[in-house]
């Protein structure tokens, strides 16, 4: 056994008497309501260091609860994320990667066990309000998964004939939904000025309509991925421009479902997770969002691809005004939140593990045995520790330090090829600035006997291995 190896082991095992205890601690069943905006960057919150706009609601969200400086998505683009988040699964353990596109043949197997699903069992009453994008087939959809109503768009809004980048015939009309049928079969401009006000109307309306039984809101913003749209309540308002005005309006968001809560004097028995699906679009320039100190953004294993903001709030359980830099990854959402509610795991085997413990700053042993991992559609691109970074040999899209696009409109990636495997010190360089493989042979041997651990489990595509607890997604 190799030294990571070891001090994860003997943590794990500190904390599986904790994990493996029956839950007497949390008899209740709280509401959950899980945030997650689209594309939003590391830096692109003002508890997070934004400039040029202002966040109160979100920053008022992370001084009431505890903020994660550390906190990663399974993978930077949309449909592999959200799998990961809604299964506590990395997506391609499920067959999925990537993003799906409109009419798409595979999506969410629906054996698979969504958190609805979990928290159904408890009877919860649930909704899912926002972008899906885990297959927009009728079988793939919210309501087939474990969601007792659904509002919102079936997959990302730049899927859309009207998208400056969209070549004519690439996208059919872009339908907004209501649980499985289309309310408007092709929205306008007009329309998607509306969504984050309209999400906001359908969320604070469920939670008024369940204030008597416990409940799960899933309110996945449109926003503020490309292409950016404002209602006139905040068009015009910040220095940064569009994009500014995006995220003031998802903050008042924020704050009207904070303020919902507080009304109905919920706020003491709901747990509210805020977080991203993956990080910016830096090619959108003045449109994308920003990774603050990190490497690279969306679509790349960089830390400026999965590491995102995460705020969790819950008065009374978890400390307020606390931060913590301890190292998780969305996987752990869906085992922590069984935990809370006292519900049972799903039944196939799960990627992520419970750490509420970590999430209210009561124990700072790790549960995970090992590492996590990060991959690229079905390339194994990297491996990470508490301490290290293993960036295995791919191929990564970059600006290279070339501007942005303008008002909208991208700038064109290039390709770079790495000629090794790199080495990071995430704790010395979250920056990702200093390759340190040479000078540090030991941990990149034991990284890189955990990266062939992962290819026997989940395959890789750069090394041609078949992964043997891959599942098939759904298909049509
Ligand atoms: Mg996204």
Redesign the pocket.
């Given at each position: 056994m190799t030294r990571i190896q070891s001090l994860f082991r003997i943590a794990g095992l500190a904390i599986a008497a904790w994990v493996n205890a029956p839950v007497c601690a949390v008899e209740s069943r709280p509401n959950i309501v899980l945030i997650v905006a689209?594309?939003?960057g590391y830096g692109d919150l003002g508890c997070y260091g934004a400039k040029g706009y202002q966040t109160p609601n979100l920053d008022g969200l992370a001084a009431s609860g505890r903020r994660f400086t550390n906190f990663h998505v399974a993978q930077?683009?949309?449909t592999a994320?959200?799998v990961a988040i809604l299964t506590g699964c990395y997506p391609n353990r499920l067959g999925l990667s990537g993003?799906l596109g409109p009419g798409s043949k595979i999506g969410l197997h629906p054996e698979e066990t969504t958190i609805a699903e979990v928290l159904q069992q408890r009877g919860y009453a649930t909704a899912a309000v926002g972008?899906w994008?885990l297959g927009d087939a009728p079988q793939f959809l919210p309501t087939a998964q474990g969601f007792g109503s659904y509002f919102g768009l079936p997959y990302?809004n730049d899927m859309w004939p009207r998208h400056p980048e969209a070549r004519p015939g690439t996208y059919p009309p872009l339908p907004l939904m209501e649980d499985s049928r289309v309310l408007k079969a092709d929205l306008q401009p007009a329309d998607q000025e509306q969504l984050t006000t309209e999400y906001t109307e359908r969320s604070v309306r469920f939670i008024e309509s369940h204030r008597s039984e416990p409940f799960f809101l899933y309110l996945a913003y449109s926003m503020p991925?490309v292409p950016l749209y404002v209602s006139s309540k905040f068009k015009g308002k910040t220095e940064r421009g569009l994009f500014g005005d995006v995220l003031e309006e998802l903050d008042w968001s924020v704050g009207q479902i904070v303020e919902t809560l507080r009304r109905l004097h919920l706020e003491e028995n709901t747990l509210i997770l805020f977080t991203?699906?993956?990080g910016p679009?830096l090619s959108y320039g003045d449109h994308a969002g920003s990774a603050g100190a990190m490497r690279e953004g969306?679509g790349t294993s960089w830390e400026g691809g999965t590491r995102v903001p995460c705020i969790v709030s819950w008065p009374g359980h978890i400390p307020a005004d606390s931060t913590s830099d301890t190292l998780l990854m969305s996987i752990d959402l869906l085992p922590s939140i069984a935990h809370i509610a006292n519900a049972p795991l799903p039944p196939k085997k799960i990627d992520g593990m419970n750490v509420w413990p970590l999430l209210t700053g009561t124990d700072a042993a790790h549960p995970h045995p090992a590492y996590f991992v990060y991959y690229g559609r079905n390339e194994l691109q990297s491996v990470l520790t508490p301490e290290w970074k293993l960036v295995l040999p791919h191929t990564y899209r970059t600006l290279g330090g070339t501007p942005g696009g303008r008002d909208g409109l991208p700038a064109r990636y290039s390709q770079v090829k790495m000629s090794g495997p790199e080495l990071y010190n995430l704790r010395n360089d979250p920056s990702e600035t200093r390759n340190v493989a040479e000078q540090f042979p030991a941990p990149l041997q034991e990284l890189l006997e955990l990266a062939e651990k992962a290819r026997a489990d989940l395959g890789d595509d750069l090394t041609g291995k078949k992964g043997s607890g891959v599942r098939e997604p759904g298909r049509l």
């Open positions: 689209d594309d939003l930077a683009v949309c994320s959200r993003a972008k994008h990302s991925h991203s699906d993956n679009w969306k």
